[in-house]
């Protein structure tokens, strides 16, 4: 798992379009990044339960309060141009002491996707933003 932890944080480094993707709220930072499923090595994502596919990609996202890695409810949606919704189901993937959410969502083409994630730490007000991606299927 500590790989997958690696590996995730080198990918919020190493994608263009996913350049410091942080939303800060008072002493909470959210960091998140999305990709195409099919960039995880395969025992990545059947270690975490994800599936690899050229039309499925990754949301990814990690929650810090002061600095340190925190657990909280991770929520959302996303939406194609036509309006069409799909939920995301945010599982948590912790190791050691850092923790992740992870949801997956299909896409059928090239297209523009409008990503909006909710974040609630304990009793804490709950937090939304919102982002915009554009998704190619892998050939």
């Known amino acids: 798992m500590r790989r997958l932890a690696l590996f995730l944080f080198a990918l919020c480094l190493a994608l263009p379009a996913a350049a410091e993707r942080k939303q800060t709220f008072g002493d909470l930072d959210v960091h998140y990044n999305a990709f195409n499923s099919s ?33 909280a409810q991770v929520s959302g949606q996303v939406k194609n141009l036509l309006g069409q919704v799909t ?13 992740y959410y992870l949801a997956q969502f299909p896409f059928n083409e090239r ?15 709950p937090h939304s933003f919102s982002f915009d991606q554009e998704f190619f299927p892998d050939e």
């Not at 599936?51 to 990814?60: D, E, I, M």
């Open 87 to 99: 939920p995301l189901q945010f599982k948590q993937i912790s190791e050691g002491e850092a923790i």
């Open 39 to 71: 960039f995880l090595q395969p025992d990545i994502a059947a270690a975490v339960g994800l599936t690899r596919s050229k039309t499925q990609g990754v949301v990814n996202v990690a929650v810090l309060k002061a600095g340190k890695p925190s657990t």
């Open 111 to 125: 297209e523009m996707l409008n990503f909006t994630l909710n974040v609630q730490r304990a009793d804490e007000a």
